[in-house]
């Protein structure tokens, strides 16, 4: 179907989020060719300088990288929180960056404590599952990230109790096996106190401040599908780009 141009975004933010989706839903994969700025003028009806901006855009949103042989589908350098991972996933079959590795230091089930209870709308004190790893990279520890998921996933999914990576990641293997896809997010950003079982991981003293991210995911019937909380790596940040206009 021949894409249209809406009025209730600039036409440039319509052009970016049409391939932002694409690459999200793993339509367009890593290193994929975008059509040149343009073809995309052509098929969306706008002018060279609007689809140069639309690809701009997601240039600086770390979706694509251009040289001189044209546009490239390139997740490499986004930042590598949880829906990140995600994002990768499904665009490049992998979830992580080149030179980035993962430690499964943990899994089973535990009791929910009360705040992973309310995001998983279980009783307090259920089994749930959970799963700790630590990611790192050339310049040392990257996040300590907790995950949890209702326990009966591991019915489905019994290699989410086992210490040791997935095939897919959580979100992958939950979908083979459960057809729940996760579809929607929310994403908070906070400094909480380090608690003891990541202190060591982390390199951080226990109730020292670190900054962390904490995702809920929820799958195409509005049931959560897995709470998880990352404790960045000293010296780490989180950081988005947007344009204004």
């Not at 855009?57 to 042989?69: A, H, I, K, N």
């Not at 326990?151 to 992958?172: D, H, I, N, R, S």
């Amino acid at each position: 179907m021949t894409p249209k141009v809406q009025r209730a975004l600039p036409p440039f933010l319509q052009i970016a989020e049409d391939f932002r989706a694409k690459i999200k839903d793993g339509i367009l994969l890593q290193d994929a060719k975008l059509p040149s700025i343009a073809d995309i003028a052509r098929e969306w009806g706008v002018a060279t300088a609007t689809a140069a901006k639309a690809i701009k855009q997601l240039q600086d949103e770390g979706y694509v990288r251009s040289s001189s042989q044209g546009t490239f589908v390139d997740l490499g350098r986004k930042l590598t929180s949880g829906p990140d991972r995600l994002q990768m996933l499904r665009a490049t079959g992998s979830g992580f960056r080149p030179g980035e590795t993962v430690e499964i230091i943990s899994a089973g089930l535990v009791p929910a404590p009360s705040h992973v209870a309310e995001a998983l709308q279980v009783d307090e004190g259920a089994q749930v599952v959970q799963r700790r790893r630590v990611y790192r990279d050339d310049e040392g520890v990257v996040a300590v990230s907790t995950s949890w998921l209702a326990g009966q996933l591991a019915e489905a999914a019994p290699e989410l109790l086992e210490v040791g990576p997935l095939p897919k990641m959580t979100f992958g293997l939950i979908e083979d096996r459960t057809g729940r896809r996760a579809v929607r997010r929310r994403d908070v950003v906070g400094m909480c106190a380090v608690p003891v079982d990541v202190s060591e991981v982390l390199g951080a003293e226990p109730g020292t401040q670190a900054l962390t991210m904490t995702n809920q995911y929820w799958d195409q019937h509005g049931e959560t599908t897995e709470y998880a909380q990352d404790f960045l790596g000293a010296g780490r940040e989180l950081s988005a780009e947007y344009a204004l206009d």
